[in-house]
C-alpha cells in the first residue's frame, strides 16, 4: 500500500460545515473535519476553491492568505491561485486596505437561485405565513443534511436576534424539535445511525445527550405527530415541530414554532402549538 498523501484528501478531511456549536472555535486557524474526499472523476481545482470558500463558515469575516492556508491546509501557491480566481468571480471579496479576504456577494445569487427555485419552499411560503399569523410566534422550515438541520426559510413576529431570521443556519438533530420530529419519521436503526453520527455534546444544562434518552423522545414524537423541546438549544426557547413527508412517508423537512418560555408554560405551548404544527407540516406535504 502507499503512503504517498494527497495534499486536498488532507484539507478536505480537516474541512467541513461547521455547526453551531455551544462553544464554537472560531479563531481565524482553527481546523474541522472534511464530510468527503475526493472521488473519482472529481476536480480537484474545483474542490481546492470549494475548501477555501468553506473555511469561511462561523469564522470572523476577513481571513489573511496565511488563515486560509492553516485553515485548509492548502499550500501558499494553491490558496493564493484559489482567492485570486474567486475574486475575480466575485465569489470573494478583498479589503483595499488590510488585502484580507471575506466571502462575496456573488454568493448570495446562489442562494437566491436554491431557495427560489426549491418547489418545498415554494409551496410552503403561504401555510408557513398563514401559520405564523394563527400562532404569533416564529415559525422556521429546515431540511435535513447529515446529522444537522439547516433553516431554509423563517418568519419572525417579534423583535430577536439576527441569528433567528437568517437563512442557512445550522443546528443538531439531536437536540431540535425538528430534528427529532424527522427521526421519529424513520425507523429506529436509521435514527439511531444519525445520532451516532452526531456530536452528542450538551448545549445547555438541559440538553440530552443520551442517545436513548433522546429515542425516548423520538419515539414520543412518533406517537404524537409532532416533537417538543424546551431550552435544550437555546435556554428560554421553546419549540414544536413536525415533519414535512413526501407521498411515501419519507421525511423532507421541518415545521418549527418556536417561542419564549417567559411567555408560555412548556404545557400551554404544546397544548396550542402541537396540534397547530402538526396540521400545517401534513398540508405542505399534502400538496
Same mark, same amino acid.
Given at each position: 500500500?502507499?503512503?504517498?498523501?494527497?495534499? $486536498?484528501?488532507?484539507?478536505? +478531511? %480537516?474541512?467541513?460545515?461547521?455547526?453551531?456549536?455551544?462553544?464554537?472555535?472560531? &479563531?481565524?486557524?482553527?481546523?474541522?473535519?472534511?464530510?468527503?474526499?475526493?472521488?473519482?472523476?472529481?476536480?480537484?481545482? =474545483?474542490?481546492?476553491?470549494?475548501?477555501?470558500?468553506?473555511?469561511?463558515?462561523? +469564522?470572523?469575516?476577513?481571513?489573511?492568505?496565511?488563515?486560509?492556508?492553516?485553515?485548509?491546509?492548502?499550500?501558499?501557491?494553491?490558496?493564493?491561485?484559489?482567492?485570486?480566481?474567486?475574486?475575480?468571480?466575485?465569489?470573494?471579496?478583498?479589503?483595499?486596505?488590510? +488585502?484580507?479576504?471575506?466571502?462575496?456577494?456573488?454568493?448570495?445569487?446562489?442562494?437566491?437561485?436554491?431557495?427560489?427555485?426549491?418547489?418545498?419552499?415554494?409551496?410552503?411560503?403561504? @401555510?408557513?405565513?398563514?401559520?405564523?399569523?394563527?400562532?404569533?410566534? %416564529?415559525?422556521?422550515?429546515?431540511?435535513?443534511?447529515?446529522?444537522?438541520?439547516?433553516?431554509?426559510?423563517? =418568519?419572525?413576529?417579534?423583535?430577536?436576534?439576527? &441569528?433567528?431570521?437568517?437563512?442557512?443556519? +445550522?443546528?443538531?438533530?439531536?437536540?431540535?424539535?425538528?430534528?427529532?420530529?424527522? =427521526?421519529?419519521?424513520?425507523?429506529?436503526?436509521?435514527?439511531?445511525?444519525?445520532?451516532?453520527?452526531?456530536?452528542?455534546?450538551?448545549?445547555?444544562?438541559?440538553? =440530552?445527550?443520551?442517545?436513548?434518552? @433522546?429515542? *425516548?423522545?423520538?419515539? %414520543?414524537?412518533?406517537?404524537?405527530?409532532?416533537?417538543?423541546?424546551?431550552?435544550?438549544?437555546?435556554?428560554?426557547?421553546?419549540?414544536? *415541530?413536525?415533519?414535512?413527508?413526501?407521498?411515501?412517508? %419519507?421525511?423532507?423537512?421541518? $415545521?418549527?414554532?418556536?417561542?419564549?418560555?417567559?411567555?408560555?408554560?412548556?404545557?400551554?405551548?404544546?397544548?396550542?402549538?402541537?396540534?397547530?404544527?402538526? *396540521?400545517?407540516?401534513?398540508?405542505?406535504?399534502?400538496?
Amino acid at each position: 500500500m502507499s503512503n504517498s498523501r494527497d495534499p $486536498l484528501a488532507d484539507s478536505r +478531511r %480537516r474541512l467541513r460545515t461547521q455547526k453551531d456549536a455551544p462553544s464554537p472555535d472560531t &479563531s481565524a486557524t482553527a481546523q474541522i473535519e472534511a464530510p468527503r474526499e475526493p472521488g473519482v472523476g472529481s476536480v480537484k481545482s =474545483l474542490m481546492k476553491a470549494v475548501v477555501v470558500l468553506e473555511a469561511f463558515c462561523n +469564522r470572523e469575516r476577513y481571513l489573511s492568505l496565511s488563515d486560509l492556508v492553516a485553515i485548509t491546509g492548502l499550500d501558499k501557491s494553491s490558496a493564493q491561485r484559489c482567492t485570486r480566481t474567486l475574486k475575480e468571480l466575485g465569489y470573494l471579496e478583498q479589503h483595499p486596505k488590510t +488585502r484580507r479576504y471575506a466571502i462575496g456577494r456573488r454568493v448570495l445569487d446562489l442562494s437566491f437561485a436554491y431557495l427560489h427555485s426549491n418547489p418545498l419552499i415554494v409551496r410552503a411560503a403561504p @401555510i408557513m405565513i398563514e401559520l405564523r399569523q394563527t400562532a404569533r410566534e %416564529r415559525v422556521d422550515l429546515s431540511v435535513l443534511d447529515g446529522p444537522d438541520l439547516i433553516y431554509v426559510y423563517r =418568519l419572525q413576529t417579534k423583535r430577536e436576534a439576527l &441569528s433567528a431570521a437568517l437563512v442557512g443556519k +445550522r443546528i443538531p438533530v439531536y437536540s431540535s424539535a425538528g430534528g427529532r420530529a424527522l =427521526l421519529a419519521r424513520l425507523s429506529d436503526d436509521e435514527a439511531m445511525a444519525i445520532l451516532a453520527a452526531s456530536d452528542l455534546q450538551p448545549r445547555t444544562p438541559y440538553t =440530552l445527550s443520551d442517545p436513548e434518552a @433522546i429515542m *425516548a423522545e423520538v419515539r %414520543r414524537a412518533r406517537t404524537k405527530g409532532y416533537a417538543l423541546q424546551v431550552g435544550e438549544w437555546r435556554p428560554g426557547e421553546i419549540a414544536a *415541530a413536525a415533519a414535512v413527508t413526501d407521498q411515501e412517508g %419519507r421525511p423532507i423537512a421541518a $415545521l418549527h414554532i418556536a417561542g419564549s418560555t417567559t411567555e408560555w408554560s412548556p404545557e400551554d405551548f404544546e397544548r396550542r402549538m402541537g396540534p397547530l404544527v402538526a *396540521a400545517a407540516a401534513a398540508d405542505i406535504g399534502h400538496i
